[in-house]
T-cell receptor, first 112, second 113 residues
Framework: SQKIEQNSEALNIQEGKTATLTCNYT??????LQWYRQDPGRGPVFLLL?????KEKRKERLKVTFDTTLKQSLFHITASQPADSATYLC???????????FGKGTSLLVTP | DTAVSQTPKYLVTQMGNDKSIKCEQN?????MYWYKQDSKKFLKIMFS???????INETVPNRFSPKSPDKAHLNLHINSLELGDSAVYFC????????????FGPGTRLTVL
């Protein structure tokens, strides 16, 4: 089966710095990758989608890259704020149907 | 208005009981999903319904059965609950197509004693 790996379970950074989260996938490249944010006690919320043929996608302070050679996506939050503290999930199109295959997530903590 | 809602928010029950979790979406989406998030926060697909037809059924015990009375609802019924069923269950909906984003409900925390 196709795996999604987010190797860092937790990432602590100082306010104002850039947070970089990593998502690696196995086997063939997915048609797209999605990034979600999940706050404690809440459901995941969609942030960004990047397709296989796109190198980079931006939305306000967020940037996502897709490197098919490294089989990796990087998720960046620039000028990070304590309000950015949450768990960030990477997901790819599943092996069957349209279900998403999620990584375990990276818990980001931004301290003042 | 809440896009995807689930009830109840919390569910505590004894082993062996039967329970249901309800999900409703008011987005007019064609596809709905059930996910299970375990204690390690791993989010795993359980079921998917598209226009009232089951299109995904991962290796989930047959004690779990999705029921969709109409396009806006996808309920999850669980028979003979086991300790290992304790988790947070999320409902999600999607407009359609393989690249559309999914909209998640707030989750139902199930605790089996």
């Amino acid at each position: 089966s196709q795996k999604i790996e987010q190797n860092s379970e937790a990432l602590n950074i100082q306010e104002g710095k850039t947070a970089t989260l990593t998502c690696n996938y196995t086997n063939y490249s997915p048609a797209y990758l999605q990034w979600y944010r999940q706050d404690p006690g809440r459901g995941p919320v969609f942030l960004l989608l990047i397709r296989e043929n796109e190198k980079e996608k931006r939305k306000e302070r967020l940037k996502v890259t897709f490197d098919t050679t490294l089989k990796q996506s990087l998720f960046h939050i620039t000028a990070s704020q304590p309000a950015d503290s949450a768990t960030y999930l990477c997901a790819r199109g599943g092996d069957s149907g349209y279900a998403l295959n999620f990584g375990k997530g990276t818990s980001l903590l931004v301290t003042p | 208005d809440t896009a995807v809602s689930q009830t109840p928010k919390y569910l505590v029950t004894q082993m062996g009981n039967d329970k249901s979790i309800k999900c409703e979406q008011n987005l007019g989406h064609d596809t709905m999903y059930w996910y299970k998030q375990d204690s390690k926060k791993f989010l795993k697909i359980m079921f998917s319904y598209n226009n009232k037809e089951l299109i995904i059924n991962e290796t989930v015990p047959n004690r779990f059965s999705p029921k969709s009375p109409d396009k806006a609802h996808l309920n999850l019924h669980i028979n003979s609950l086991e300790l290992g069923d304790s988790a947070v269950y999320f409902c999600a909906s999607e407009a359609g197509g393989s690249t559309d984003t999914q909209y998640f409900g707030p989750g139902t925390r199930l605790t089996v004693l």
